[in-house]
């Protein structure tokens, strides 16, 4: 096989992508960024030497570098080969520092002519961890739990918050990786991964919260108006504020898209009049709404997907993303803001955008709000107004079974409420599902990294019940994954004691079959399966 992929859940078979992957990223870039990978595991086997104690510069360098890796997010070699070359200069810098060497080749290797890495790279994948099917397995569990992990300290790292003993985890799975543990210690590993996913989340929100504001219930407009616009996708939110803040007062309007949506919640965006909206959908519709929206669109974080000819000449990337021949904005330089002069400027000579849709969409459902309204959410239990509660979070993605999630939030009984976050929400949160009393039945609560918000409210409302298990209380999870965050998401989950989880469309392809047994067992892990079947169990509490 020339590359092996099986990260994301639309893997072609769902086995694992050997010639291109199904997302549009080619052979050598995948592979190449099996040797990034590679490479920050010979920083992480420095890093033991020394406790895990090194500085700021290696630890985010090595979120930063993971979070490259998430699917959707770069499909350009050129500048993985230059997250290597910086990868090899720290790593190489930090065992100078450090005076340490371990023996292993992820610390040893080294080459600097891009054909020659590229062979290099085709030997490093996740094929290579392990000739055992289920040690494989754990270890790619705990890697892709791992690159969400590192996503969410990223963004958080952007907005100056930090936490040291996340970036010691992370350097340490990705030592571990390099070491043949048995399942026990593995498995253990992947519980630990969903701990610190449970802090990266965190501490994410109270960056957030800390700097913006916390979300706050919002009606948002998805029509347009009469200006020009741009358009910004992603999760970024400190792009997000630069872009608004350098668009003020020029007659250009600001939407968001995708998983951008729930910056429309933050009191600290309300005040900029020119934010306009929500345009379009979910990230695997880019092709046409990209095309309609006429405007200049700018490309935060995942999720990128193969860049068309019809908007090819207006898109943008910046920060991890990269995609090749498309302009990337360069980081910021420190004190200053990233510059989105050319963006503007390309702006002003667009048209407005196409209307593709009218209305407006209610969110801002996060832990904060939530719990404020938490006496009528409780009074709306113990009367039997509100049945359950089923949290359909996750991401959303293209396969014709994901209508299973549309399918589900229409038939669920009146009596029930949706408790959602991430792109999922796109399948069913322009619905007109009414409410419960004034509460809405899709309480959304912003972005994927926003599941946190989610768990917060069911513990919150544990305690409000006197109950020993969180498991006691009317909830259900049906959840919908694509992506590396995602998983992060569900074993942050299993680690808070969550169980009974239906997963779907499909279960992972890296999850094999014994270890599919052992999270059956241990948390009553089960697959999406028939609509009515399964609203009838969830109904049931089962």
């Known amino acids: 096989m020339s590359m092996f992929c099986y990260q994301c859940q639309e893997t072609a078979k769902n086995e694992g992508c050997m010639i291109r992957g199904v997302c549009g990223k080619d052979e050598p870039t995948a592979n190449l960024q099996d040797l990034l990978i590679y490479t920050l595991m010979g920083i992480g086997l420095i890093a033991e030497e020394v406790d895990y104690k090194v500085d700021r510069k290696f630890q985010i360098f090595t979120v930063k570098a993971l979070f490259t890796t998430i699917t959707n997010v770069n499909f350009n070699e050129q500048n993985v080969f230059s997250f290597i070359k910086t990868a090899l200069e720290l790593r190489d810098e930090l065992k100078n520092i450090t ?9 040893q290797w080294h080459l600097d002519d891009l054909e020659e890495m590229k062979q290099k790279a085709s030997q490093v994948g996740i094929m290579s961890y392990s000739d055992d099917e289920d040690i494989r397995s754990l270890k790619s569990i705990v890697l892709y739990g791992l690159k969400g992990v590192a996503a969410y300290t990223e963004h958080a790292a952007v907005l100056e918050f930090f936490d040291d003993s996340i970036f010691s985890f992370v350097l340490k799975a990705l030592a571990s990786i ?50 020009p616009g741009i358009l910004i996708s992603g999760h970024d939110l400190k792009d997000m504020e630069e ?8 007659g250009i309007d600001v939407y968001t898209h995708g998983e951008m949506l729930p910056a429309n919640y933050y009191p600290a965006f309300k005040k900029y009049d020119h934010l ?61 803001q990233k510059d989105f002069s050319e963006i503007i400027e390309l702006a ?5 955008p196409e209307q593709i849709e009218t209305g407006e969409i209610t969110g801002g459902f996060a832990h904060n709000q939530v719990l404020a309204l938490a006496d009528k959410v409780i009074e709306a239990i113990k009367s039997g107004a509100i049945k359950r509660f089923v949290v359909m979070a996750g991401c959303d993605g293209r396969q014709k079974g994901r209508s299973y999630f549309t399918e589900v939030a229409e038939n669920l009984p009146e009596d029930t409420v949706i408790l959602t976050a991430g792109c999922a929400k796109y399948r069913y949160n322009k619905l007109d599902l009414g409410d419960i009393g004034g509460i809405p039945r899709v309480l959304d609560a912003g972005q994927c990294n926003d599941s946190y918000s989610l768990a917060v409210i069911a513990l919150k409302l544990k305690e409000a019940f006197n ?22 998401v569900l074993l942050a989950l299993l680690y808070l004691g969550f169980k009974g989880i239906r997963l779907g469309p499909t279960l992972p392809a890296f999850i094999s079959p014994n270890i599919v047994k052992v999270l059956v067992d241990k948390f009553q892990i089960k697959p999406t399966g028939d609509v009515q079947e399964d609203i009838d169990k969830i109904m049931a509490g089962k």
């Open 99 to 107: 005076g340490k060497n371990p023996e292993h080749d992820s610390v």
């Open 276 to 336: 306009a909206g929500n345009y379009g959908s979910s990230w695997w519709k880019q092709n046409t709404e990209f095309a309609s929206f006429n405007g200049p669109i700018l490309m935060t974080t995942n999720c990128i997907i193969p860049v068309k000819d019809s908007y090819k000449n207006r898109i943008f990337t910046t920060g991890v993303v990269s995609y090749p021949e498309v302009e990337h904005i360069p980081d910021r330089e420190p004190g200053k």
């Open 348 to 352: 002003k000579k667009c048209s407005p």
């Open 178 to 227: 390099t070491k043949e543990l048995d399942a026990d210690s593995l498995t253990a590993l992947v519980l630990e991964t969903g701990k610190y996913a449970v802090n990266a989340m965190t501490l994410l929100d109270k960056a957030n919260t800390e700097t913006y504001g916390h979300p706050e219930i919002s009606k948002v407009n998805i029509g347009v108006g009469r200006n």
């Open 243 to 250: 872009l608004l803040k350098q668009t003020k007062g020029t």
């Open 467 to 488: 109950f020993d298990d969180v498991n006691e209380l009317p909830l259900s999870f049906d959840i919908a994954w694509y992506e590396q965050k995602a998983v992060a």
